[in-house]
């Protein structure tokens, strides 16, 4: 069955950056890509970029480009997301989703990433 | 950008009600439009895709409907294990925008 697990909760400083892991399991790894969505505290769903990991393609939030680096092991079967330049309103729990096309069709656990000084 | 709109962002029905949820698009998205559950302290699961096809495992009370701009989310009879918030989002090309979610509870 899919799995994907995150890596764990993160405190992180203004200005600092921060890498989130997903490590996916149950498919075919290349055959798929992933999708990032982050939610902060009491919020909706925000989505931040996809990323191929057939050939490393990638989209992104317009507002986060710049900041935001996706990219894929596929030796691990482990995608990344890497952000910089962190601000507090970039406290949120972010979530990798396997993307079927563009759908996210399933979700890892989520990761805490908090920003205070 | 497209932008996503949901309506009500907020509703409370009876066990046993219909409820629908509308989701609007402020331009045409064929039916490139899927529909996530949130469960309280959940993380997000796909109920539809392509508007209208339920996934695999999702009660058969959960249905879409919709093409172009207007879009709705139909749960036939609510159930208690429905409580939750409920996202649109687009995916006709990128940014893929969510709604910003309805949440639905048991009056």
């Known amino acids: 069955q899919v799995h994907l697990v995150q890596s764990g909760a993160e405190v992180k400083k203004p200005g600092a950056s921060v890498k989130v892991s997903c490590k996916a399991s149950?498919?075919?790894?290349?055959?798929?890509?992933f999708s990032w969505v982050r939610q902060a505290p009491g919020q909706g769903l925000e989505w931040m970029g996809w990323?191929?990991?057939?050939?490393?393609?990638?989209n992104s939030e317009p507002k986060l480009q710049g900041r935001i680096t996706l990219t894929t092991d596929s030796s691990t079967s482990t995608a990344y997301m890497e952000l910089r330049g962190l601000r507090s309103d970039d406290t949120a729990v972010y979530y990798c989703?396997?993307?079927?096309?563009?759908?996210?069709?399933?979700w890892g656990q989520g990761t805490l990433v908090t920003v205070s000084s | 950008d497209i932008q996503m709109t949901q309506s009500p962002s907020s509703l409370s029905a009876s066990v046993g009600d219909r409820v629908t949820i509308t989701c609007r698009a402020s331009?045409?998205?064929?039916?490139?439009l899927a529909w996530y559950q949130q469960k309280p302290g959940k993380v997000p699961k796909l109920l539809l895709s392509?508007?209208?096809t339920l996934q695999s495992g999702v009660p058969s009370r959960f249905s879409g409907s919709g093409s172009g701009t207007d879009f709705t989310l139909t749960i036939s009879s609510l159930q208690p294990e429905d409580v939750a918030t409920y996202y649109c989002q687009k995916y006709n090309s990128d940014p893929l925008t969510f709604g910003p979610g309805t949440k639905v509870d048991i009056k």
């Open positions: 989703a396997r993307a079927s096309g563009l759908i996210a069709d399933y």
């Open positions: 392509a508007a209208s």
């Open positions: 149950g498919y075919i790894f290349t055959n798929y890509g």
């Open positions: 990323i191929s990991a057939y050939n490393g393609n990638t």
């Open positions: 331009r045409g998205i064929s039916n490139f």
